[in-house]
Antibody
Framework: EVQLVESGGGLVQPGASLRLSCAAS????????MSWVRQAPGKGLEWVSA????????YYADSVKGRFSISRDNSKNTLYLQMNSLRAEDTAVYYC????????????WGQGTLVTVSS | EIVLTQSPATLSLSPGERATLSCRAS??????LAWYQQKPGQAPRLLIY???NRATGIPARFSGSGSGTDFTLTVSSLEPEDFAVYYC??????????FGQGTRLEIK
């Protein structure tokens, strides 16, 4: 059974840093690209970042470019999102999601972790 | 950046009725479009990938169609569990990947 379990969310002040993790199981993690998607309270879905299966290619939304960094450790089956210089508008539930090879769509999602940026 | 516009914002229907949800892209995305369902407090669930292919385990009452800039998600006969928010997503000429703003399907 495929499982994605996010952790690392919490309440932080503006300007602070946070690292999210996503532990994957039930599939060959190193074969698949992965993504982070967020959802502000009461709002729609926003793509944040994606990483290739090897980790050699990374992609970011303009809203987080230069502040967030996506990475992965295929030996630990874990995806990361390092978030620096956090702003109030980064407050959201952050989901990790598994990509499908050669297809548009994310077939498995974690339950999400809430990040709240507030003074 | 490709903008996806979903309509209507809210759709009020009764169980057993047919639902038709629209997603329009600001430029062609070919067939690089997916549809998701999201219920309160839950993660999104993939329904349709590549515009018209049902994901694993998705009931046959869900179907997707379209290519280029105009796409449709159809639910042939609504079940009580189908009332939720639906999003379209593209992956053409990315980054960025973008989502539509969502259509809320509510019980009439």
């Amino acid at each position: 059974e495929v499982q994605l379990v996010e952790s690392g969310g919490g309440l932080v002040q503006p300007g602070a840093s946070l690292r999210l993790s996503c532990a994957a199981s039930g599939f060959t993690f190193s074969t698949y690209a992965m993504s982070w998607v967020r959802q502000a309270p009461g709002k729609g879905l926003e793509w944040v970042s994606a990483i290739s299966s090897s980790g050699s290619s990374t992609y970011y939304a303009d809203s987080v470019k230069g502040r967030f960094s996506i990475s992965r450790d295929n030996s630990k089956n874990t995806l990361y999102l390092q978030m620096n210089s956090l702003r109030a508008e980064d407050t959201a539930v952050y989901y990790c999601a598994k990509d499908i090879i050669g297809v548009t769509g994310n077939d498995y999602w974690g339950q999400g972790t809430l990040v709240t940026v507030s003074s | 950046e490709i903008v996806l516009t979903q309509s209507p914002a809210t759709l009020s229907l009764s169980p057993g009725e047919r639902a038709t949800l629209s997603c329009r892209a600001s430029q062609s995305v070919s067939s690089y479009l997916a549809w998701y369902q999201q219920k309160p407090g839950q993660a999104p669930r993939l329904l349709i990938y590549d515009a018209s292919n049902r994901a694993t385990g998705i009931p046959a009452r869900f179907s997707g169609s379209g290519s280029g800039t105009d796409f449709t998600l159809t639910v042939s006969s609504l079940e009580p569990e189908d009332f939720a928010v639906y999003y379209c997503q593209h992956r053409s000429n990315w980054p960025p990947i973008t989502f539509g703003q969502g259509t809320r399907l509510e019980i009439k």
